[in-house]
């Protein structure tokens, strides 16, 4: 008997923005290297960021926390816009947010200027 809900094959409609700063990490792979931890109250769907925090061991990630201005951006955003991974790479840093479907998917002026506050502080390491 053949299923009536097959499940789907080949690429999922799956998206995610990058946003690549030009900085070559060298031996200091960890120092670059950054997430947010949010601090939420509320419950799924009025679930809201309250306080954001920046986990990391190197200098990348005090920085941010020193930034009061950029973590008051980042805590009006969704939940899922306000999680942030901060990653390098061999030749670059990558910045990206969460995955996202074609519906969702986009960058708002408000997320792109965080995005860019936030390789403006790469750029200054």
Known sequence: MQDPNPLPWGALDRFQAQFIVRKSAGSSY???LAKTKL????HF???TVTK???IGAGSLASKLNADVNLNEMIAKQSVKDATIYVEPTE???RIR???DNHIAFGITKELFEIYDQIAGH???I
């Open 45 to 47: 769907a009025s679930k």
């Open 97 to 99: 947010g969460k995955w």
């Open 30 to 32: 960890g120092n670059y």
């Open 39 to 42: 601090t939420t109250k509320g």
């Open 91 to 93: 030749v670059a840093v």
């Open 52 to 54: 954001v925090e920046w």
């Open 122 to 124: 790469i750029k200054s």
